[in-house]
């Protein structure tokens, strides 16, 4: 998997974006476009998530100087901020099935888990007690955070409608997340799906741009 993360920026309407440039300037683009020559390429995703949601100040010489990221009550955030938008430079994965039947059915009910897919496209799940499901730059696609036997666990991999179901869902948000770049996206509702083959048809016919 060839991936790397470049910082972009958006006004307050989202009708501007700007990107970070190698020598802290920072370009007018249109927000997640493809690479070009100057921008900035993060690879390490941990540099990467320290970007997220970034306050910046306008700056002479440079447009902009970072400030203080923001908070997790924050829920205002007016002002211009960073958003961290993954490029891949490879062809992408389509999620297996299997693997995701295999991660429900390891879950232990009662923990709170989120099951979600990462860059890679593997499903993964995580206890929401003990890691932060913000800015956290390994989760591509969401499910919901469930803890009952019903959803999580033997019983709900045995499920096969359900199973079916988040399948389903969880291909149409890593389309979502291969068209639009963003991240931590959430599975969309059953009745705003696309036909499967269309979806698994659109996935493996993805192409990177740059």
């Given at each position: 998997m060839n991936i790397c993360?470049?910082?972009?920026a958006l006004s307050p309407s989202g009708a501007k974006a700007w990107r970070l440039q190698d020598n802290q300037h920072w370009r007018p683009c249109i927000y997640a476009e493809a690479l070009q020559d100057g921008d900035a390429r993060i690879t390490d995703k941990k540099a990467a998530e320290a970007w997220i949601n970034v306050k910046l100040k306008k700056d002479k010489a440079l447009v902009f100087t970072p400030q203080k990221r923001a908070g997790r009550f924050d829920f205002l955030m007016r002002g211009t901020y960073t958003h961290t938008v993954l490029h891949r430079l490879s062809a992408a994965p389509l999620p297996d099935k299997a693997q995701m039947l295999d991660c429900f059915k390891q879950l232990e009910a009662g923990t709170p888990w989120l099951v979600y897919l990462n860059i890679a496209g593997q499903f993964k799940a995580m206890n929401t007690q003990q890691v932060s499901i913000m800015a956290n730059l390994d989760i591509a696609v969401r499910g919901e955070i469930a803890s009952s036997e019903d959803y999580i666990g033997p019983i709900a991999a045995a499920n096969t409608q359900m199973m079916d179901d988040h399948y389903r869902q969880f291909l149409a948000g890593?389309?979502?997340h291969l068209k639009s770049s963003n991240m931590n996206i959430f599975v969309p509702d059953l009745e705003k799906?696309?036909?499967?083959?269309e979806t698994t048809d659109a996935i493996r016919n993805w192409k990177h741009t740059k």
């Open positions: 993360f470049s910082i972009d890593w389309l979502e799906l696309p036909e499967h083959d």
